[in-house]
């Protein structure tokens, strides 16, 4: 097993079970307890775990919200996944609205080039991605941009959102449960995200399975009002049931 491969089992039994324990890894990753601890500091550092006697936890614990930077290291294949299976949400033609995600960034990176589009983005990194398409308008929300997530937020951006009308919007989370819905860490951008579903016809939620069952301070919006959810296979099959009961279809990539 490689380091990165080793690094996102690490940091997928942390999320699951809450914690992990330095005796446990060695003898079931098969490597010794200084690669073990040498891979927990690693992860620390990029903000996935945090360091405790004997092991670590996963930093959602803490209700601390991980940085673009380090989310954009791990999941990548189930990523890579998720958006590419997005791709059959898209409208013929039309307009949509991505919201900010590294999930969602697949589907940026994947968008066809025959099909003429609008995308409103509130996140800079996806509308640089976005202006190489000559077949996409790019619309751009302003607002004061968060540090951590790359996104813009605020009352600009809530303004504009008001006064437009899409057919898709994709949407990333922090967390999803039957119990609380779809919650992020920060209210400001849980406002953009309230307005970005209220703005569309569908919504269409992009987000692996380390998020399921998680729940964050700010509430934005309800399972009924996501039309369709797009995980990966690495999702508990209750809790996917669970879900699909409570409104989306949920697909499974």
Do not use: C
């Not at 013929?92 to 919201?99: F, L, R, S, T």
């Not at 790019?138 to 968060?146: A, F, N, Q």
């Amino acid at each position: 097993m490689f380091a990165e491969e080793r690094h996102q089992e690490i940091v997928r039994r942390a999320r699951e079970n809450g914690r992990v324990d330095v005796a446990t890894l060695s003898t079931e990753l098969d490597v010794t307890p200084e690669t073990v601890r040498r891979d927990l500091t690693a992860l620390e550092r990029s903000g996935l775990l945090r360091r405790v006697h004997g092991g670590a936890v996963a930093i959602e614990r803490f209700g601390v919200e991980p940085a673009v930077a380090a989310r954009e290291t791990v999941l990548t294949a189930e990523k890579a996944r998720i958006g590419k299976a997005a791709l059959a949400e898209l409208p013929g033609e039309g307009a949509i609205v991505v919201d900010a995600g590294t999930t969602t960034r697949q589907l940026v990176e994947l968008l066809p080039n025959d099909v003429e589009l609008t995308v409103v983005v509130n996140s800079p990194s996806l509308a640089t991605v976005l202006a190489r398409y000559a077949n996409v308008t790019v619309m751009m929300l302003g607002g004061r941009v968060r540090g951590r997530t790359l996104a813009a937020v605020g009352d600009w951006g809530i303004a504009a959102l008001s006064t437009i009308h899409v057919d898709v919007a994709f949407m990333a989370t922090n967390g999803i449960s039957v119990e609380r819905g779809l919650t992020t860490p920060d209210p400001t951008e849980a406002a953009v995200k309230r307005a970005m579903i209220a703005s569309a016809r569908r919504t269409v939620l992009l987000a692996d399975h380390t998020k399921i069952g998680n729940d964050y301070f700010a509430r934005f919006g309800e399972l009924a009002e996501v039309d369709t959810y797009i995980t990966d296979t690495g999702a508990d099959a209750e809790l996917v049931e669970e879900i699909a009961d409570a409104g989306p279809r949920v697909v499974l990539a």
